[in-house]
């Protein structure tokens, strides 16, 4: 059986009094949540602050981004892996569709990073996703699986059981349209599928979170289908009690 998970992207969003309110919420229902793995993504400068925060030790603390370089160097403006666990993050999102659209990160840069993210003890959790031209079009499972392929040549299909993977429909990220739970569990079934093709016990224990538009009222669906595993979750974790809402759907 394979734990539920449930990740917070913060992304651009919030200040110290928001965060101090955030997690102040967070704190407060944090054992509401049972078994479900959580984890919350801040903006880099915040992870530090929010660890701090932080009171309950059921919440971990992941990174939005990370550069390919391990350790330090001269990389301005670059936050290194060693540097996210250095603050406490064991997670890190890697290959989100704005880092892919906005500034251009290929699928070889992204299967570098996930590469470092596993060498470095950190959990990647790697994002997949079509965009809305690419699935009308009769694209979404060769899209699918050059994302996923890059990152299996990168790191090896056995490493991959240490690797959490988002499946998140460009589409349907911060748009409000959901994919169907019958359209996710779709995709989910295609992910697990392809690495059950290379290695069937390492696909039967990875997490795939399925990420766009989830919300407390539409959780509990996509959070049943048998290869849905959690959420990747953007606007709604901004939302102490939407986020826990959430959570609990997964338990
Ligand atoms: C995301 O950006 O990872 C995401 C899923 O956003 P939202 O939940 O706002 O659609």
Redesign the pocket.
């Known amino acids: 059986m394979r734990q539920l998970f449930v990740a917070g ?1 913060w ?1 651009m969003h919030g200040d110290k009094a928001s965060i101090k309110t955030l997690v102040t919420g967070l704190n407060a229902k944090a054992d509401s949540v049972g078994d479900v793995l959580v984890a919350v993504c801040p903006p880099a400068v915040y992870l530090d602050y929010t660890k701090n925060c932080l009171m309950v030790d059921n919440i971990a603390l992941g990174g939005q981004n990370m550069a390919v370089e391990p350790m330090q160097g001269a990389y301005t403006g670059e936050t290194s892996a060693a540097m996210l666990k250095d603050v406490g993050c064991q997670y890190v ?1 890697l290959g ?3 880092r892919r659209a906005i500034y251009g990160e290929t699928d070889q840069e992204i299967a570098a990073k996930v590469k470092t993210a596993l060498t470095s003890g950190l959990t990647p959790i790697l ?1 997949v996703g079509e965009t809305l031209e690419e699935r009308e079009s009769g694209q979404l499972e060769s899209v699918i699986s050059q994302q996923l392929d890059a990152a299996v040549a990168e790191v090896g299909i056995d490493q991959f059981s240490n690797v959490v993977i ?1 499946y ?1 429909p460009v589409w ?5 349209k ?1 994919a169907s739970a019958q359209q996710a569990q779709d995709v989910h079934a295609f992910i697990r599928g392809q690495l059950a093709k290379l290695n069937p016990s390492v696909a039967e224990k990875v997490i795939i979170q399925y ?5 407390p009222n539409n959780a509990s669906e996509l959070f049943s289908q048998p290869d849905i595993d959690g ?7 901004l939302n102490a009690d939407d986020f826990i809402a959430i959570c609990q759907a997964a338990g």
Do not use: F, P
């Open positions: 992207n992304k999102i989100h569709s704005e994002c988002a998140e349907a990220i911060g748009t409000g959901t990420g766009g538009s989830v919300k959420g990747l979750i953007g606007g709604a974790s």
